[in-house]
């Protein structure tokens, strides 16, 4: 028999209780009942009620031709929750994501003007959720280094902490490509750029196409080097720390052979570290609980046959990339085989699943994305 007290609730008050719960248990509570599922999934809901991974971001080749498009990680027959590329955007001739960080993207937007044959370059933080807009003025280089090639750029941004957010375009050395001189930080606070000088070691080598995490006002990057390092978000703080020991080996290592050396996140909270290499046979996920500590605490090991079985062939079985771990669920989520079959592996239970086949010849970048509703 159902509760009359419950039953005498108001929708508004339902969402209001709703609202105060965290991501896990609100996704329970679709199961209470339809009318409840309907509550929580309604658009007009999603401003008042946390948020969870709900996709991806996805540029490819697919049959020799560019692939941009969203992915939904749930209700994958639905359509697409946002459409990229973005239509509130006009008056760019492309537009790439460049990174995304709790709802927020940073996009590098380019147009072609009359008076020169060249690509003029900008970044642009946008929200897809709420189709609004920044554009950022150009810093002192334009996006470009002196050798014409797009500096690394990143974006800071957490919605607990401050409204506002910071854009990080990192400047190359004279030492050689990847190597950092300094950094370049635009505040959306003050609405101005500010330099600061690298306090890493000369020779730091940033690995520019893998992906960094951003928290504690710290983005952190990864480097070729095999070590994980960071500055915060007025330039003055800069961190340097080497990857476990145990997570790699030189010997048997080749970096031409290999996918990326390493991939960091968060995991429960804190900054982790996954080793991704073809000539290793586990992946180990690695976590640093206290920066003062200075140790790596190894969490879970699982092995490369586990994750690709019945997916890929044994010539593709090493053939893995890993894609993001899960916010609010204890998985991490990766894509094998030679349809690039997306696939979710769950910590706590030791089981693997498939999540969709994205049918792809080549992912050139997956940018995962929870929608921030906020203004």
């Known amino acids: 028999m159902a509760n009359p007290a419950a039953a005498s609730l108001t929708d508004d008050l339902i969402v209001e209780i ?24 309604h658009p007009d809901h999603r401003h008042r009620l946390p948020q969870t991974l709900a996709g991806f971001f996805l540029n ?5 031709r560019q692939a941009r498009r969203f992915i939904n990680l749930s209700e994958a027959s639905r359509p ?6 973005f239509s509130f955007m006009p008056g760019y001739d492309d537009v790439t994501i460049v990174d995304s960080c709790n709802g927020l993207l940073l996009c590098r937007a380019s147009r072609t003007e009359s008076s020169s044959p060249d690509a003029v370059f900008c970044h642009v933080v946008c929200n897809p959720a709420t189709r609004s807009w920044h554009v950022l003025p150009n810093s002192s280089s334009g996006c470009v280094d002196n050798n014409n090639e797009l500096r690394p750029a990143r974006l800071g941004f957490d919605p607990a902490v401050s409204p506002n957010f910071h854009v990080f375009e990192f400047v190359h050395s ?28 000369e020779e730091t080598h940033l690995l520019e196409g893998s992906p960094s995490v951003f928290f504690d ?10 070590t994980v390092v960071a500055v915060n978000v007025k330039g003055e703080s800069w961190w340097e720390k080497a990857v476990p020991e145990d997570s790699y080996d030189l010997q048997n290592w080749d970096f031409y052979e290999a996918w990326e050396p ?20 586990d992946v180990s996920i690695w976590v640093l609980e206290d920066y003062a500590a200075d140790e790596w605490i190894l969490k879970h090991r699982v092995s490369i046959q586990r994750l690709t079985k019945n997916i890929a062939t044994p010539a593709e079985s090493k053939c893995y990339n890993f894609i993001t771990v899960h916010p609010h669920c204890n998985w991490f989520l990766y894509v094998t085989g030679s349809d690039k079959i997306l696939m979710a592996y769950d910590m706590d239970r030791d089981a693997v699943h498939v999540i969709q086949n994205l049918g792809l010849d080549c992912i050139l970048q997956c940018i995962p994305y929870v929608p921030f509703y906020g203004n």
């Open 18 to 41: 709703l609202s105060r719960l965290p991501v896990k248990s609100l996704c329970r509570c679709k199961c209470v009942s339809p009318h409840w599922r309907g509550l929580i999934s």
């Open 60 to 64: 490819a080749s697919n049959r020799g």
């Open 80 to 85: 697409p929750l946002i459409r990229y590329p």
């Open 174 to 201: 004279e030492q050689g490509y990847g190597c950092v001189a300094g950094v370049e930080i635009y505040s959306s606070e003050t609405g101005a750029w500010s330099y600061s000088e690298s306090e890493w070691e």
């Open 217 to 226: 006002g710290l983005l952190h990057f990864i480097t070729i080097d095999f």
């Open 262 to 281: 390493c991939f960091i996140g968060r995991y429960k909270g804190n900054l982790c570290y996954i080793n991704e290499f073809y000539s290793d046979t």
